[in-house]
């Protein structure tokens, strides 16, 4: 792709993600995303083929690379109880680190987690293991999922709200510890896991 048409949908996506992160996402028009962007709306359309594909983009981009810095905070880690815990504290921090992005990720992903998407598979993967060996006790996969994944929506929406607070760490170490403990893992160890999980994530 030649620099110009990939400056063209960097300044789009940039655009986007700044308006998408300020406002609800239907009072975002695409006059205001070119507008931002300093394109012309025919430079949009030959780019995406209207707001929903760039927010889906968007969306995409920012989802990839959190999923490949919690397969990077879990490489060589087995156990589905600290993956969970390292996950969300990724998330946690990302929201710290990104609150832009993250208010974006918090204003369309409202409505569930879907099994199929692909971006989900890691904690799937994680959830059925924990089920498999036992580690966990809960009634069924996709309860579990939908658990950490609420859990994790909530973190980091009071994060967002707050990035300058000192509350991000005690807030998630508490959370994860609460949803392993929910999750059949004993308290202390529950309460051991977190603590060291937003330690080595979060610092």
Not at 140 to 152: D, H
């Amino acid at each position: 792709m030649p620099k110009r048409i990939q400056r063209t949908a960097k300044a789009i996506e940039a655009a986007g993600l700044k308006l998408f992160a300020a406002s609800p996402v239907d009072a975002v028009a695409i006059d205001d995303i070119v507008k931002e962007a300093d394109v012309s709306k025919g430079s949009f359309y030959n780019h995406y083929v209207d707001k929903s594909a760039l927010l889906d983009s968007i969306v995409t981009y920012v989802r990839a690379g959190l999923e490949a810095q919690v397969n990077a905070a879990n490489m060589d880690v087995g156990d589905p109880a600290v993956r969970i815990a390292r996950a969300i504290s990724v998330y946690a921090q990302h929201a710290l680190d990104e609150p832009a992005s993250t208010r974006v990720l918090i204003r369309v992903e409202t409505t569930g987690v879907k099994m199929e998407n692909l971006l989900n598979q890691g904690l799937i993967g994680d959830v059925s293991k924990g089920m498999a060996e036992q580690r966990f006790s809960i009634c069924s996969l996709e309860a579990g999922v939908l658990m950490v994944a609420g859990i994790t929506r909530i973190i980091v929406a009071r994060i967002s709200e707050r990035p300058e607070s000192s509350d991000a760490r005690p807030l998630t170490l508490q959370m994860c510890a609460m949803l392993l403990h929910g999750f059949g893992v004993g308290q202390s160890e529950a309460q051991a896991i977190a603590t060291k999980s937003v330690q080595f994530v979060m610092g």
